[in-house]
């Protein structure tokens, strides 16, 4: 099958690098010290990330009674970081399976970091369950195997069981399937080292891989079938997290919708993360020539549309309560939007539905400043959404006599700052121990060394 | 025994899809090419058969999911069976999501540990490596030199036509 290449489309990689250019832009920086600004960024990182090490230690030799949560509110903030953190690794997969899938070779630039940003963001999910535990040192507990209590299966009914064996997978998933993009480069690497112990590190890393055809070959298969198995798995994941709501009998939980609304609200999340670190990336590694504000735009136009999705949801909620004539529902909503956490509803939707609109005009697309300003309102009004999901529904439960108020804790905020800390500490540690962008994928879409226009094949 | 390689170094992506297919239609067998990344239509154009990974893939994936419907119906219904809130005993739609992610799960490590197999690859396997520049920014193309048919300086010919960059010959001791 013959390929036609546009002469309107500009192309993905700017100044006509050749394929041994690539590898020296993006090997260097691993080459050199790292720089002041990465140091910087780094100490900042660490300083968070000690800080939420601190607040845990505290929790775990106190009690979970050192957090702000009541008998009414039970989940706050550590679900509310749960979901959001799970939420921004979903573009990560959307960009390194889905977009795969539908050939966007626009992706090879910012895959492998999006992808890296999925495997943090899913340790940072991971660790909230683990410690809103009352006994993090029983989690083992979720998983099913032969023990001394009965054996005493666990309840294979409960979306709780369901979301631990979908985090699981979805991690393990994500870590191989970057690894293994990972191979073919860091067998690059190898091959600029002088003998020594980096080269035999990056040789036992990469595999011992050669370059050789047949390989390759399999290679391009297993790829595509990972992407075909992680599709379909990055939709499951969401859907389960939505279900550990929708499955209860909450006003504001108990709905249909609640699936695609979060699978849209994670992607759309995962995108402004995404928009936030390239902007930084590029930046902080001088990669004007890889990812360009053409990258950018792209993921503008898909914030845009999630946005959207969103938007739809919101609206589609309030409509079902008003339809329902059930005044339970009816009264949560109302409660969501005029109640005493009315401004956490105010901040989502105008961060979620107002802010991306300006996302339609080309002037703000193609302005880094404007684009990052309004990834970082995403981030906030994504983390609100799953606040008011969670503790609006909460706080005025069925009998009024138990509706009760929440203020999150020190210790609490101090968690929430510690895995951002985390985040950005293996974000940044990232960029200084592989390279940053999948050198095997970008050569592979450079207009260098394709003498014709027209066609792959003469 | 020993084995006698004919290899030719090339620039261009366009330059090894079009050796590798002329050396092809002139009778000559491609043992392999090394690229530093994918190559698309060179697996027609030296007629390699498509990999057979997706079977494992299949396979696999279906052997997890089946094993999962077993081990949950087993562990609800059958060893401990245990009342939540009025469920029947076997209930098959809620035990959708976990087994989806078994099989996930399954096939895809599966397909990922048989292509380091087939493929030979293993943590701190000493690399043949041709040239260092192969996983940089060259093509090699490695015939190897077996049957009556073998003619340096026809092949030389052919490679001239598609810029190539050097060629040499090697001379391996295998024992059989």
Redesign the interface.
Known sequence: MATVYSELRRPLIRGEK???EV?RDISLPLERAPSLGWWIAFLAAFSALSLGVAAVAYLFSTGVGTWGLNSTVGWAFDITNFVFWIGIGHAGTLISAILFLLRQRWRTSVNRSAEAMTIFAVICAGLFPLIHMGRPWLAFWMF?YPNTR??????????L??DF??I??YF??SV??WY?GL??DL??I???LKPGLRR?LM???C????????????????YK??AG??T??VV?VHT?VS?DFATSVIPGWHATIFPPYFVAGAIFSGMAMVLTLMILVRNLMHLEDYITPDHVDKMCKVTLVTSGLVGLAYATEFFTAMYSANRHEQFIFMNRAFGPFGWSYWIMTSCNLLVPQTLWFRRIRSSLGAVFLVSILINVGMWFERFVIIVTSLHRDFLPSSWWSYTPTPIEVATLVGSFGLFFTLFLLFLRLVPVIA???V??VLSY????KQG??? | MTRRYFIGYF????DI??VSKAVCKAGFSVA????????????RA?G?A??K??WV?FLL?LLGAAFKVW??FW??AQ??P?N?GG?PWN?LP??V??T???M??C???S??FA??F??R??????????D??????RFALVLEATDATYDPRLLEGIFQQFHVVRVEERVEERKV
């Open positions: 050749s394929t041994g590898t099913p009965g054996s005493l299966w666990v309840n294979f009914r409960s979306p069981v369901w064996f979908a699981a997978t393990t998933i191989v399937f293994l191979m073919p067998a690059t190898r091959d600029r035999t040789n036992f890393f595999f011992g891989w050669d370059g050789s055809y047949r390989t390759w070959s399999h290679y391009e298969t297993v079938l990972l198995l992680g379909p798995l499951s389960i279900w050198l095997s994928e050569k592979g060394g394709r003498r014709l792959d094949e003469a | 620039d261009h992506e366009d899809l079009g392999d090419v090394y690229a530093p990344y994918a190559l698309h239509g060179l697996d030296i390699l498509p990999s990974l997706p893939c994936g081990f949950e562990t609800t060893d401990w245990i939540v469920k209930s809620a035990f999501p976990v989806f992610e078994v996930v799960l096939a895809g490590l397909t990922v292509f380091f087939v493929s690859l293993w943590p701190g396997k000493k690399p043949r490596l041709l260092p520049a192969v996983t940089d920014d």
